[in-house]
């Protein structure tokens, strides 16, 4: 009898030493809060990344689609067209990923936006292109699948498909009388 009584205090000693003891206990909080904060700090940065290349892409799409505006792009053909794009992006995207479409309109009330992607998320086949003429109202879009990397951390803003987010700009306008 007098050993089991030894036992439970000693082992009611050994709990109590347990709890009082902190060594460690900060690299255990830092564990279990490890994986969430790193998950966090990936998707702010993913998003933050998404938001400057959307901004860039509809930058270069304003300054492209003012060459059409002022006739200048007049003679251009789709990929020289693509090609003056890419050439003020060519840091952020690579060119064989973006689509250009650029339709004529009769008003501005008869403005339908092209939907560059199909139903799979997949780039449609063929893009619209003409630079219009003078006094034209012109719809220029550029688009471009952004790919997605945090997605596997259970964080997915993909609007294409579920690993690319679709980045579009646009740009209305009527071109000047040249």
């Known amino acids: 009898m007098a050993r089991h009584w030894t036992l439970s205090r000693s082992f009611a000693a ?18 279990l809060i490890a994986g969430p904060f790193f998950m966090i700090i990936f998707a702010l940065i ?11 892409l509809e930058t270069a799409t304003q300054d ?19 090609s003056a794009l ?4 060519a ?18 009330s008869a403005i339908a936006p092209f ?17 219009g003429g003078s006094g034209s109202i012109m719809l220029v879009q550029a ?12 964080f997915s803003i993909g609007n294409a498909d579920s690993t690319h987010r679709l980045l579009t700009a646009t740009a209305a306008f009527r071109n000047e009388p040249y």
């Open 143 to 154: 688009s471009y699948k952004w790919p997605l990397f945090v997605t596997g951390l259970g």
């Open 14 to 31: 050994a709990l109590r030493r347990f709890r009082r003891d902190r060594k460690g206990s900060s690299a255990v909080e830092f564990a």
């Open 91 to 108: 840091t952020f995207f690579t060119c064989s990923g973006i689509r250009i479409a650029s339709q004529s309109f009769a008003s501005f």
């Open 46 to 56: 993913e998003s933050a990344l998404i938001f400057f290349a959307q901004q860039a």
């Open 86 to 89: 890419c050439n003020k992006i």
């Open 64 to 82: 492209t689609a003012r060459m059409i505006m002022t006739g200048e792009a007049k003679n251009f053909t789709a990929s020289q067209f693509s």
């Open 115 to 131: 939907n560059p992607i199909d139903s799979s998320g997949a780039f449609v086949s063929s893009f619209p292109y003409t630079a």
